[in-house]
Nanobody
Framework: QVQLVESGGGLVQAGGSLRLSCAAS????????TGWFRQAPGKEREFVAA????????SYADSVKGRFTISRDNAKNTVYLQTNSLNSEDTAVYYC?????????????????WGQGTQVTVSS
């Protein structure tokens, strides 16, 4: 059983940046592909970014390409999401998740364990 705890969310002005973190425990973190998802009020949970087990491969949603960067530090059992040039459409609860596979995936149903989420609010 893997436990995930997100942090780093908050209120930021449009054009600003936040660095989200997700700390994992209870498993061998380097065995898991890790992803970030987000869910805005009244909308379905959507894929944001994912990173391979060793960190050499990444995938991004088109809406965040060039603005967000996912990275991981397996020695610290932590994955990060650097978010830049934020706009109001980025307002959502951000979740990290892991899947016990070597394949990077973009569907929420492909992930086995989830954190509780961290709120990101972008003011215009």
């Amino acid at each position: 059983q893997v436990q995930l705890v997100e942090s780093g969310g908050g209120l930021v002005q449009a054009g600003g940046s936040l660095r989200l973190s997700c700390a994992a425990s209870g498993g061998t973190f380097s065995n898991y592909v890790t992803g970030w998802f987000r869910q805005a009020p009244g909308k379905e949970r959507e894929f944001v970014a994912a990173i391979s087990r060793a960190g050499g491969g990444t995938s991004y949603a088109d809406s965040v390409k060039g603005r967000f960067t996912i990275s991981r530090d397996n020695a610290k059992n932590t994955v990060y999401l650097q978010t830049n040039s934020l706009n109001s459409e980025d307002t959502a609860v951000y979740y990290c998740a892991v899947r016990a596979s070597a394949v990077v995936a973009t569907r929420p149903s492909n992930y086995n364990y989830w954190g509780q989420g961290t709120q990101v609010t972008v003011s215009s």
